[in-house]
């Protein structure tokens, strides 16, 4: 997925969320308003602009709610909001975040009918032309949005929704209902000779039908992905509990394979090897890095082959991490970082969440020093903007407090663009006090058109 930084387009930032406005967004409200006067024109581009911004921000602002950091972009078919590289979203954040967005519009076009009761009879015809058109872009479109078609909100609501209630995700039932809905989309299309409602219904035949058609790749398993979320935020016990309650009821037998190494993996985590190795010798197939993994005779041996293996699953990274920390072998991830970080030891996600995670890790048990070593290694090699942020605040619970500002300011420099946390992070608050911190502050508020 691109990044904010590496899109085209006009680039500032609303709330420390970096915005990428392309020109061919422009395309669509000019093409609208040409059938209007010129000032009715100008003001219509002015209210998709700021009306799909708006529902942008909705969803934007509750993925920063939960802990994440998205970017937006609005392009030439109205906008999106991107969840940040390896971003692994519960089906809650997703459902609550997809419907953010029509919510943001909906509230805003409310707002706009209580002003409209009280314009004046009076008001110029262009004001009237304004306040009409606020309330159908935000109410109207919102609604139509909510329709259960995909790519709209609606299908996403849909989507995560039954993955929400049902505990897996239902690709073929998202897929029928979307088909049904595209036709009505169609034959509203044709009754109003509406050709842009026409192009978005096309749009969603062809979503809903890929959707329908939809398998999932090796570990991508609908059950399985709520597994590994279990296993990298530490719930060892719900994560073997899910896999181990699903393997009898999934007759793929690829899936099925997958859920036992997963509950092996659990097993794993919590430092029982004997059980790990139980749970895969239950299942004839299984992956080669599990199997020799499981010939390992101790925890001890097995991390040594862990750390041996060239590419290895987020889990296997988790893993290391975990043990290193709680044994207190900090120099040895700090030299793992440092391979984790080299050029082509892992995709780019999986390095930066690696890396992410150490750090995190490190953090929270007090190890200021090695968790500082982690972050400067990461914002030096994968130019991560968040690693510098990390960095300062290991300086400044380290009372390096001028070194903290610079790398600090380094940070900001590099693309760092949350202003909440420099302001509210305690983390930070020794550097609160050094004459240079409202320096960095107002250099980032300004970049960010605060």
Not at 90 to 108: E, S
Not at 114 to 121: C, H, N
Not at 162 to 169: C, Q
Not at 409 to 423: F, H, I, M, P
């Amino acid at each position: 997925m691109a990044t904010a930084a590496e899109t085209r387009g006009w680039k500032f930032s609303l709330g420390g969320i970096p915005v990428v406005l392309r020109p061919e967004f422009l395309i669509i409200p000019v093409v609208g308003a040409a059938s209007g006067t010129l000032p009715e024109g100008v003001a219509w581009v002015a209210i998709v602009l700021v009306s799909v911004l708006w529902h942008e921000l909705g969803h934007a602002l509750a993925m920063k709610a939960f802990g994440y950091a998205p970017w937006i972009d609005l392009h030439a078919m109205g906008g999106a909001t991107h969840w940040p590289q390896a971003a692994r979203p519960t089906p809650t954040h997703r459902f609550l975040v997809t419907f953010a967005g029509p919510a943001a519009g909906l509230l805003l076009g409310v707002a706009v009918l209580a002003v409209r009761a009280r314009v004046p009879e009076d008001a110029g015809e262009l004001t009237r032309f304004a306040i009409a058109q606020l309330i159908w872009v935000n109410i109207g479109w919102s609604l139509i949005n909510l329709l259960p078609v995909l790519p709209w909100d609606g299908g996403h609501v849909l989507d995560s929704g039954l993955e929400l209630v049902t505990g897996a995700p239902r690709p073929r039932t998202v897929g029928v209902v979307g088909l049904v809905a595209s036709v009505g989309v169609l034959a509203g299309a044709a009754w109003l000779e509406s050709v842009l409602l026409g192009y978005f219904g096309v749009m969603g035949l062809v979503a809903s039908w890929q959707r329908f058609q939809w398998k999932p790749g090796p570990g991508q398993g609908d059950v399985g992905r709520v597994v590994v979320d279990h296993l990298l935020a530490g719930r060892t016990a719900e994560a073997e509990a899910l896999a181990a309650a699903s393997i009898g009821g999934e007759a793929d037998e690829a899936r099925r394979t997958e859920l036992v190494e997963l509950m092996a993996w659990a097993r794993l985590f919590r430092g029982d090897l004997p059980g790990a190795r139980d749970a895969a010798k239950a299942h004839t197939r299984r992956s080669e890095l599990l199997t020799r993994l499981l010939e390992a005779q101790s925890m001890e041996e097995l991390v040594d082959r862990l750390a041996a293996a060239p590419m290895l699953p987020m889990q296997g990274h988790a893993l290391l991490v975990s043990y290193w920390v709680i044994r207190g072998e900090h120099p040895r991830l700090v030299e793992r970082c440092g391979q984790w970080t080299s050029a082509g030891a892992a995709t780019p996600e999986v390095q930066r969440w690696a890396v992410q995670y150490a750090a995190e890790r490190l953090f929270h048990a007090g190890a200021f020093e090695p968790a500082l070593a982690v972050c400067t290694l990461g914002f030096e090699r994968l130019k991560e903007p968040s690693l510098g942020f990390n960095a300062a605040c290991c300086l400044a619970r380290l009372g390096r407090v001028d070194e903290g500002l610079r790398m600090l300011t380094a940070a900001v420099e590099a693309g760092y663009s949350d202003v909440a946390s420099l302001t509210t992070d305690e983390d930070l608050a020794a550097l609160r006090t050094l004459p240079g911190f409202e320096g960095v502050v107002r250099r980032l508020r300004s970049a960010a058109g605060q």
